[in-house]
């Protein structure tokens, strides 16, 4: 079940009792713990003994008026939200504390009980978003230092994932230095962050979003969007899970039709969650609104915001087909993981329900012949391999992430690796290799 928050904590500092009881009177019915100081020193001294979420001061006051109490509790206390109370037309006092206390909002005396109600409710709103934000930032990060550990010995194709990644998001090679850098390592930490919160025995879900990003691109292409929707919506693609950042570990490889009304609750929260960590991105806003929709049906019976039909972004309606048929492959959409036959099933009886009728005929086909012109796989021991051979499938670490990537071509070094790891893990490597390079 969802976890319960505690009330939000106010404090009104004002010289004039009757202002603190009006306050108090007015914002104790909607639950919030309230805090009264009659001076800044008071409330400078209540702030260092108790944690304030958000700050309403009077301007003038004796001995340290509003705008210097403001300026002190933003140093020493920058996240908590500062508003100004003001009761007479000193521009100029005004302006030093906005500008020294970096106050959210200020307010002229006397207020409108609706307005500064609804002010501080969207102030501290404003105020868990950011600090979500900064949870899931620092979660990404920790969750980068742990993949770099965890693949210190695969340092070389690290490098080479990174290029092929760089090739893929053709577009952000026109980007400047930095920027591109940062684009490039983003994307990266976003796409293999699921992938390794899945924790052991989750290896299902290694490669997940990198074969969803491929499949959604090449349907893209075949049904003629352009190179930037195309772009979009691969990118949707790798990073369509990030919602789920927050999600209990138990629930991330569960089967969705096999989980609780409690838990179905917080899974469909993931595409709104995502879209808000992608928004704060600019490279990411398209890709942000093709995350939160993918999850629409097209009989409208989806989540989150029931869109039916066209209503739905067409990259949404493209990211559902390939996330789909790879979720019922590996057993995270239905109880068990279905043979890729009766996944193209699953679709063609979903057509016009779950799916876009338009876009399954342009899957399956575009399934069919792939299937055609696929080539010939053979399995080998890690003792078999040469340099030279070419991976026919993904290989995944048994902890779920990435080792090599389908495609990859094998080198001395890699193999040598690979050998290194199967004898300090005690586990044997099946490496799946395309027959005309064996």
Not at 339 to 362: C, H, M, S, W
Request: net charge negative.
């Amino acid at each position: 079940m969802s976890e319960t928050l505690a009330p939000a904590t106010l404090l009104f500092v004002d010289d004039e009792p009757s202002i603190l009881s009006a306050l108090r009177r007015l914002f104790r019915p909607h639950g919030y713990r309230i805090l009264v100081a009659e001076g800044g020193a008071a409330g400078l001294a209540l702030l260092e003994q108790e944690a304030v979420d958000l700050i309403i001061s009077d301007m003038r006051m004796p001995e340290m008026d509003g705008a210097t109490f403001l300026k002190q509790a933003c140093q020493r206390w920058p996240n908590t939200v500062r508003i100004l109370l003001t009761g007479y037309a000193d521009v100029s006092s005004t302006v030093a504390a906005i500008n020294e206390g970096e106050i959210y909002r200020y307010i002229a005396k006397p207020w409108d009980d609706e307005e500064i109600v609804k002010i501080v409710a969207d102030a501290l709103e404003r105020q868990r978003l950011e600090s979500e934000n900064r949870r899931l930032t620092a979660l990404t990060q920790a969750q980068n230092e742990e993949l770099k550990t965890l693949n210190s010995s695969l340092e070389q194709k690290v490098a080479e994932r990174t290029a092929e990644l760089r090739q893929a998001l053709s577009f952000v090679e026109q980007a400047h230095g930095e920027l591109k850098k940062s684009f490039l390592t983003s994307v990266q930490v976003f796409a293999g962050v699921i992938e390794l919160r899945s924790g052991p025995g989750g290896s299902r879900l290694a490669g997940h979003g990198r074969r969803v990003a491929d499949m959604a691109r090449n349907l893209a292409q075949r049904l003629g969007l352009s190179e930037a929707e195309t772009q979009n919506i691969m990118l949707s693609g790798l990073l369509h899970d990030i919602g789920k950042l927050g999600l209990p570990d138990e629930l991330l490889a569960k089967p969705f039709n096999t989980l609780t009304q409690d838990q179905r609750a917080l899974v469909i929260k993931h595409p709104q969650i995502g879209q808000n960590i992608l928004l704060g991105i600019e490279k990411f806003k398209e890709a942000a609104i093709i995350v939160r929709h993918h999850h629409e049906c097209f009989d409208g019976n989806g989540f989150p915001d029931r869109l039916a039909g066209m209503a739905i972004p067409m990259g949404s309606r493209i990211l559902a087909i390939a996330n789909d048929y790879d979720a019922l492959q590996i057993g995270t959409l239905v109880q068990r993981p279905l043979r890729q036959e009766e996944a193209i099933a699953f679709l063609i009886d979903n057509r016009g329900k779950r799916y876009d009728p338009t876009a399954v005929d342009a899957f399956v086909k575009m399934i069919a012949e792939t299937q055609k012109s696929a080539p010939v796989e053979l399995p080998l021991r890690t003792m078999h391999l040469k340099p030279g051979m070419v991976l026919s499938r993904d290989l995944p670490h048994r902890d779920g992430y990435l080792l090599l990537a389908k495609g990859s071509s094998l080198t001395a070094d890699i193999i040598g690796q690979l050998v290194k790891l199967e004898q300090s893990e005690k586990q044997n490597l099946t490496v799946y290799i395309r027959q005309e390079a064996a």
